[in-house]
């Protein structure tokens, strides 16, 4: 059976998971901590945290910056819920601009002309799998005084030149969902950038109390991990808005698992993703582009393989006859400015956007796709094309 996304899961996970489980600590225990420490010491950040899952990171960032009713976040149409979820639950406006057909990131000209003196923030999107250059936003966050947050879901260890996706902007959040190349069940993390949010970080992950300053690190056993009190306070409180975002114990235990074998997973996503590109590259047919994040600026984490389709009637017939074929291709998101609870916000000139989002075509890339599959996929493509 050839799915569209499918967990890499093998014994390191269930044997991790059953440490957890024997262990009796399920919160707050060692693979939490360790997990963290081996994403922040791989991506240079100065401060991440395993969330329960990219939303959560989501509206983390949106308490971070001190979100409030009125305020504009700027950010693309072409994304997901939860990046217009988390300004939304703070009583602030999503306000949608376009993205460049070339990458599917969000336009970074069109940006300026939609800033207000209501405008806090602006939240790009690192789309299937790259790290958008941020120099032309980054000039424009400090003209403006905003903050930039960058939702990293597609793009964990992606690169631009030097530089880490999550780790340039104020805040950097990403997701090990089910469907990314690390999975942790539904969970996420979070980068802290800017040292101004290192004093509030720990409360808001505690419940809004100062949890974490009373409590001493943890000992460096490898299961039994019990945190033991600090001489110098008796006891925490509330000392500010917070809520549950932290992972689980079983969570970081599979994000930990996945870490271990992340060369693996992403060397397996590439072969899948360059024979998709090698097989499309040397294709005679006008309709079909491929949307090519990978070159000397840019390191791809390979998250998705785009078809981008000239017209939408042939995009409609293709991914009917690929799916009638038991091949699970679709489209992708469904533009949130013309969504029906999306229609109430600020949008700006929308024409790509709206001109590519029903011609897209995502192709099934996961480390268990088999040569054979593959073979299977590019056989009846060819056999549609003729």
């Known amino acids: 059976m050839i799915y569209f996304s499918k967990p890499f899961i093998t014994n390191l996970e269930i044997k991790e998971i059953q440490k957890v489980l024997k262990s009796g600590v399920l919160t707050d225990g060692f693979y939490q901590n360790l997990s963290e420490k081996i994403i922040k010491k791989r991506l240079k950040s100065k401060y991440i945290a395993l969330t329960q899952s990219c939303s959560d990171a989501l509206e983390l960032s949106c308490l971070l910056i001190d979100l409030k009713p009125g305020d504009e976040v700027i950010m693309p149409s072409y994304t997901f819920t939860s990046t217009a979820n988390c300004v939304a639950l703070r009583g602030a406006k999503p306000v949608f601009i376009d993205i460049k057909a070339n990458d599917m990131c969000i336009d970074s000209d069109q940006i300026e002309k939609m800033i207000t003196k209501k405008t806090k923030a602006i939240i790009v999107v690192h789309y299937g799998g790259k790290c958008m250059n941020l120099n032309k936003i980054i000039k424009l966050k400090k003209k403006y005084k905003l903050y930039l947050i960058e939702d990293a879901a597609h793009s964990f260890l992606a690169k631009y030149k030097n530089k880490f996706a999550g780790t340039i902007g104020d805040i950097g959040v990403f997701s090990f969902h089910e469907t990314k190349n690390l999975v942790g069940s539904q969970g996420g993390a979070i980068s802290i950038n800017n040292k101004k949010f290192l004093r509030r970080i720990d409360n808001l992950l505690d419940k809004g109390t100062d949890r974490s300053s009373f409590l001493k690190d943890y000992k460096k056993q490898f299961i039994r991990e019990k ?160």
């Open 227 to 386: 945190p033991r009190k600090t001489k110098s306070k008796k006891y925490y409180s509330w000392v500010d808005i917070g809520s549950e975002f932290r992972a689980t114990e079983i969570v970081s235990a599979l994000i930990f698992s996945q870490l271990k074998k992340e060369k693996i997973i992403s060397k397996k996503r590439r072969t899948i993703w360059l024979t998709y590109k090698n097989f499309f590259s040397k294709l005679n047919n006008d309709q079909i582009s491929i949307l090519d994040n990978e070159n000397k600026d840019h390191k791809n984490s390979y998250h998705l393989f785009i078809l981008k389709i000239k017209s939408l009637i042939f995009a409609q017939k293709f991914r009917e006859y690929l799916q009638k074929n038991k091949i699970p291709a679709t489209f992708h998101y469904v533009p949130l400015h013309s969504s029906l609870f999306g229609k109430k916000f600020k949008s700006g000139d929308m024409k790509v956007t709206n001109n590519i989002w029903g011609k897209i075509i995502r192709l099934p890339i996961y480390p268990e796709l088999s040569k054979n599959q593959i073979k299977f996929i590019l056989r009846k493509i060819t056999k549609f094309l003729e």
